[in-house]
């Protein structure tokens, strides 16, 4: 088959307007219906365990979590499930709670490298059916506090939003020195293995 056209209707159980406008970008048209997941438990119970999950694998775990929990309740629909992880050293670092908590984590992030997981999940009949995980790795130059102060004032809220406190393709690409990894792993998604699975499913066309 070829062309672009979609066959299925496809459920994102993300809340992510990055996500959204990626698939839509891209020509798939989605339903956005947010999983409800407390993460902070799940990460904290993965953490909890022996050995503690990597932070790889907390990614991969969340994304089949969202995937098939929105998927037990439209059990008809292929549903699409995603998380982002960033590691640090072998530890998560989360969404920061307020412009504090953002200038704090980019000062540790600041002259290091750092690793950004990205998963995604199908789930059909409130079971995974298939998941890939791709990752990258960003190197943050030496961030002087003048820059960080500039930063944090036209960055705003919106830097509470994006694990980081980033968003590599505005402001955030200034606080690089080099970025190496697939683009769209970087903005949360990885959506050329998707592509391809949606395609081999013969849910868009190839």
């Known amino acids: 088959m070829t062309g672009s ?11 992510s307007r990055t996500r959204h406008h990626m698939l839509q970008a891209a020509g798939v048209c989605v339903a ?16 909890n365990e022996t050995p ?50 953002a200038r704090s984590a980019l000062e540790r992030l600041s002259g290091k490298t750092h690793m950004l997981h990205s998963a995604v999940a199908l789930a059909e009949n409130g079971t995974v059916a298939w998941h890939a995980v791709d990752s990258a790795r960003l ?35 200034q606080l690089f020195e080099r970025v190496e990894g697939d683009h769209f792993t970087i903005l949360g998604l990885p959506l050329m293995s998707l592509l391809a699975e949606l395609r081999k499913r013969e849910v868009i066309l190839s």
């Open 5 to 15: 056209s979609q066959q299925r209707q496809i459920i994102l159980a993300s809340g």
């Open 32 to 47: 956005v219906m947010p999983a409800d997941l407390d993460e902070t438990a799940v990460r904290a119970g993965m953490a």
């Open 52 to 101: 503690p999950a990597a932070p790889i694998d907390v990614a991969r775990r969340l994304a089949i979590a969202k995937a098939e929990g929105v998927s037990r309740a439209h059990a008809n629909e292929l549903v699409i499930g995603s998380d982002q992880v960033l590691e640090l050293g072998g530890e998560i670092l989360s969404k920061p709670a307020d412009l504090a908590a």
């Open 139 to 173: 190197t943050m130059r030496k961030l002087s506090t003048s820059f960080l102060d500039d930063y944090i004032r036209r960055g705003g809220a919106g830097l509470c939003v994006a694990v980081g406190s980033y968003q590599i393709e505005g402001l955030g690409i």
